[in-house]
């Protein structure tokens, strides 16, 4: 989650209103959130930064769904109907 408002707009125009987990677009309706691509590390160093490059949106749901894990490690271990 961020706070720049910046930033927020910036992502909703970069990433078209679509969720970066599931692909699907954002509508007024679907609550969604700011995310990390490489999972922020509480407490410790070396986890994911607050640069634009390291955020995306994310549908509330999918964001939840995914946990902590890495987008790549949550779609590889999610099975594709
Ligand atoms: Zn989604």
Do not use: Q
């Not at 986890?47 to 964001?63: E, P």
Request: aromatic share 4%; net charge negative; charged share 25%.
């Amino acid at each position: 989650m961020t706070s720049d408002g910046v930033t927020y707009m910036t992502l909703l125009w970069r990433d078209n209103l679509t969720c970066h987990i599931c692909e699907r677009g954002l509508r007024d309706e679907d609550p969604f959130d700011v995310e990390h691509i490489v999972p922020k590390l509480r407490g410790r160093r070396g986890g994911g930064s607050d640069d634009l490059g390291n955020l995306a949106l994310a549908h509330l749901s999918c964001n939840a769904a995914k946990g902590t894990k890495a987008i790549s490690a949550y779609l590889s271990a999610k099975e594709l109907p």
